[in-house]
């Protein structure tokens, strides 16, 4: 067994897709984004030295995702493999992470960029289990989050001006990556501008 890849913009349904299918993989999400925030919540010194590049929308430098990503394959839910949300950014990252654990699928979630602004500045979390929803597309039920103890939680870096930064972050330094994974046979596509359940098909018939 090894680890996956959900690969895509910002916005693109990463987050949401692992939480649908890590029943059917088995495999824990490793969200680098999550594990920066949590960093910048207890105001360690990974948190306090990246929270200027996540407040502007850009990277955080390698060497300090690298350090996060080592530590955390290192726990034993991640022995049969995970399924990395946003990580690889760079192909610096990519090349490390060639060397930490086997990739077996990269699954790119393709979403036309003038979709992304709405889904990110409609993007809500449920703070107590993490479940992402959006204001429209994807809204809180009537009787709350499943897990009985909905608390509404918006990101920081979720507004317009960030978001952009945040996409042409992802155009110069994380696309690129797209053609090192397919030049490896490991990428597969799907279109991410449908409903999300269509797209979680997709990616289940990818991996079965
Ligand atoms: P990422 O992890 O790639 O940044 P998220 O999974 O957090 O993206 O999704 C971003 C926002 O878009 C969330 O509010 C989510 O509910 C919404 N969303 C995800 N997939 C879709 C989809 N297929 N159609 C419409 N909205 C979506
Ligand atoms: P995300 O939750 O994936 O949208 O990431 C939020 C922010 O965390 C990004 O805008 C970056 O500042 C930072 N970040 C998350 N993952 C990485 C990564 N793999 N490489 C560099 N920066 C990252």
């Avoid at 987050?15 to 993989?25: D, K, L, P, S, V």
């Avoid at 910048?40 to 306090?48: E, R």
């Avoid at 289990?129 to 509404?152: A, I, L, M, R, W």
Wanted: proline share 6%; hydrophobic share 40%.
């Amino acid at each position: 067994m090894g680890s996956i890849v959900l690969f895509g913009p910002p916005g693109a349904g990463k987050g949401t897709q692992a939480q649908r299918i890590m029943e059917h993989t088995g495999l824990p999400q490793v969200s680098t984004g999550d594990m920066l925030r949590a960093a910048v919540k207890m105001g360690s010194p990974i948190g306090l030295e990246a929270k200027s590049f996540m407040d502007k929308g850009a990277l955080v430098p390698d060497d300090v995702i690298l350090g996060l990503i080592k530590e955390r394959i290192q726990h034993d839910d991640a022995a049969n493999g995970v399924m990395f949300d946003g990580f690889p950014r760079t192909i610096p990252q990519a090349e490390a992470l060639s060397n930490l654990t086997e990739i077996t699928h990269v699954l790119a979630i393709e979403v036309p960029d003038e979709r992304i602004v709405e889904r990110i500045c409609g993007r809500v979390t449920c703070g107590a289990c993490g479940k992402v929803f959006h204001d429209t597309f994807n809204p809180v039920p009537p009787e709350g989050c499943e897990c009985g103890s909905f608390q509404e939680k918006r990101r920081v870096d979720d507004n317009e001006a960030t978001v952009l930064t945040r996409l042409d972050a992802y155009h110069v330094q994380t696309s690129p990556l797209a053609d090192w994974y397919r030049s490896r046979g490991l990428f597969h596509s799907v279109d991410g501008d449908r409903d999300i359940a269509d797209i979680t098909d997709d990616l289940l018939n990818i991996l079965n």
